[in-house]
């Protein structure tokens, strides 16, 4: 793809071109540094985005259903709240209560690659540090101020030290949430 071409889908403007089109006619798809930036797009661009993904998919592969290969990694299973049909949370000191540290993660990462994995899903409960003191001092002790903080570090870890794409779901967040939360 042009230098220009990518420049244009990446700044992905009212008037800009569509980024589909650009596609489509180079037959290329961007880089990762491209592909990052697509995924910065503000509300007001995703949409356009999100079409422009749908014709390039039913250009180039019509009909074809694609998933990932993922490898499981529940961060951890500690959770405020306590909804009735989840079978995931603990609290801590039940059996099964865990919170992997950085070690572990990494550990199910590269079993993953061994596999032929390409995303790490990450799960977890809902800001248990605001419930648990045992959780706030895991935290504490290595080094992060939040769950969602630590699952930021965990996901760029990933990113950083394996050929896997973290894919988190951190469920409800807020627009405070994020590196200083």
């Known amino acids: ?3 220009r071409g990518l420049k ?3 700044n ?3 008037d800009a071109i569509d980024p589909a089109a650009e596609l489509e006619s180079e037959k290329e798809v961007p880089g990762r540094e491209g592909a990052c930036q697509l995924l910065r797009c503000d509300d007001q661009e995703l949409p356009a985005l999100l079409a422009s993904a749908r014709r390039v998919r039913t250009r180039f592969k019509p009909g074809v259903v694609t998933y ?3 490898v499981f990694i529940p961060l951890t299973n500690l959770c405020r709240d306590y909804c009735g049909y989840c079978t995931f949370r603990r609290d ?3 059996p099964g209560a865990h919170t992997m540290t950085p070690d572990e993660v990494m550990e ?3 079993a993953g690659e061994r596999l032929g994995c390409t995303e790490a899903l990450f799960s977890l409960g809902d800001k248990p540090e605001l419930l648990f003191p045992e959780m706030r001092d ?3 002790g290595l080094g992060y101020k939040s769950t969602l903080q630590y699952l930021e570090a965990m996901c760029e870890r990933v990113l950083r030290e394996s050929s896997l794409l973290p894919h988190p779901n951190p469920g409800l967040m807020s627009a405070e949430c994020g590196s200083d939360a």
């Open 8 to 10: 244009d889908m990446v």
């Open 92 to 94: 801590p000191g039940q």
């Open 108 to 110: 199910v990462v590269r």
């Open 1 to 3: 793809m042009s230098g």
């Open 12 to 14: 992905l403007s009212q």
């Open 138 to 140: 895991m935290l504490h």
């Open 68 to 70: 990932s290969r993922k």
